[in-house]
């Protein structure tokens, strides 16, 4: 159902890791919503490629509710972006944050940009998903979108491209806050370090698109962090946020998932909020190739 993936390089400077693949479904039509998938890693590790099942997953979905309510399948896009240092790869070229969210935010524009050739059709609705620290990358995107704005980067591409044609973004089995994620597991600190910066002073500045205390999060909507996102209008416009977290994680606890959820909650959006233990099933990584994850994007574009 989907035509196999042609490639886009958003920077050839850098073309393995700013690159992007398109899906593109055989089927033609005038509109076209799209879904972005931003892979996870930590990131040090993951490609695009990892997720080459994703689109048969969705489609599968798709097919399955396609008697009661037939939807034509979304473009999906997946990219690369650039990592931060791991001892595998010692010539890699190592960049630190805000450049995987520059990154990401620079392969949509690439994809929107006039040219029919990427789009084969009009953009209708977008529906975003970050997985793991895909998930944090996506949290920038829409509750600090200043990290986007650099001399690549065109001036206002949030408010007048991204925001406006989203529909709704999903978090899956996200890291949220790194502050909160080192208290809770002290090992993960060296990938952080590596991601944010170890740099005495400046330690993690800027990381998270949120504050939080050091209360652990509830269980209900009240919120534990200091800072509140206020409701936007172009973000009042998100129809579902979506916080997954899989059955089996063996990497991640609820905690991340639900600091966020409860978050969102106290930031005005308690409403568009649906916290979801179930559907994702299987480990942190092994849940993305379970149809469970095809149900869960399915439900994005109801």
């Known amino acids: 159902m989907y035509a196999p993936p042609r490639t886009l390089v958003y920077d050839r400077a850098h073309p393995v890791h700013c690159s992007l693949d398109v899906y593109t479904p055989r089927q033609p039509v005038a509109q076209r919503d799209v879904l972005v998938f931003i892979h996870g890693g930590a990131w040090r590790s993951g490609d695009k490629s990892d997720h080459a099942d994703l689109p048969s997953l969705v489609a599968d979905a798709f097919a399955r509710h396609g008697a009661t309510a037939p939807r034509p399948l979304p473009t999906i896009l997946i990219p690369n972006y650039r990592l931060s240092t791991h001892p595998d790869f010692p010539d890699r070229q190592a960049v630190v944050h805000p450049t995987p969210i520059h990154d990401v935010a620079r392969a949509f524009e690439a994809f ?39 001399t690549t980067f065109l001036p206002g591409m949030m408010d007048k491209v991204i925001l406006p044609r989203t529909h709704a973004v999903a978090f899956l089995d996200g890291i949220l806050n790194v502050r909160a994620l080192a208290r809770e597991y002290p090992d993960y600190v060296f990938f952080i370090d590596a991601a944010f910066g170890a740099d005495p002073g400046k330690r993690w500045q800027g ?88 149900e869960l994007l399915y439900r994005l574009f109801a």
Do not use: M, Y
């Open 112 to 150: 929107t940009a006039d040219d029919d050739e990427w789009r084969r059709g009009e953009i209708a609705r977008v529906v975003w998903a970050g997985h793991s620290c895909g998930a944090h990358i996506l949290s920038h995107l829409l509750l600090n979108p200043s990290t986007t704005t650099t």
């Open 207 to 294: 990381a998270d698109a949120f504050e939080e205390d050091d209360q652990p999060p509830s269980s209900s909507s009240s919120s534990s962090s200091r800072s509140v996102t206020p409701p936007t209008a172009a973000l009042r416009g998100i129809r579902k946020w979506l916080v997954a977290h899989a059955s089996e994680d063996e990497l991640l606890t609820p905690a991340q998932g639900q600091l966020f959820r409860d978050h969102l909650c106290a930031s005005g959006f308690a409403d568009v909020v649906e916290w979801d233990e179930q559907t994702l099933r299987g480990t942190h990584d092994g849940c993305l190739h379970d149809r469970g994850v095809g």
